[in-house]
Nanobody
Framework: RVQLVESGGCSVQAGGSLRLSCVGS????????MGWFRQAPGESRERVTF????????YYADSVKGRFTISQDNAKNTVYLQMNSLKPEDTAMYYCTIQFGRTCYGVSDGDFRDWGQGTQVTVSS
């Protein structure tokens, strides 16, 4: 059974920082596209950032470029999301996701099938 467990979400003030973690289990693939989506109330789920676990190549949504950094520890099957200079518009449920057996090149949102339970990030003004 594939499991993705997020942690690290909490309430912070604007300008603060937070680090989220996603620990994966139940799979053996070493080449994956792994990353984060987020969903605010009344909004659709949107991509935030991805990393190709085999190559380290990353993608960032324009809204988070320069503020968020994705990283990985493959030995721990863990992906991190370092969030700096947080804004109220970053408030959302953050979900970890994975696509097996591929890099992130050309990835489509609809291809993701496995998701974590989500961790809530709330940024107050």
């Amino acid at each position: 059974r594939v499991q993705l467990v997020e942690s690290g979400g909490c309430s912070v003030q604007a300008g603060g920082s937070l680090r989220l973690s996603c620990v994966g289990s139940g799979y053996t693939d070493s080449t994956n596209c792994m990353g984060w989506f987020r969903q605010a109330p009344g909004e659709s789920r949107e991509r935030v950032t991805f990393i190709s676990t085999a190559t380290g190549s990353t993608y960032y949504a324009d809204s988070v470029k320069g503020r968020f950094t994705i990283s990985q520890d493959n030995a721990k099957n863990t992906v991190y999301l370092q969030m700096n200079s947080l804004k109220p518009e970053d408030t959302a449920m953050y979900y970890c996701t994975i696509q097996f057996g591929r890099t992130c090149y050309g990835v489509s949102d609809g291809d993701f099938r496995d998701w974590g339970q989500g961790t809530q990030v709330t940024v107050s003004s």
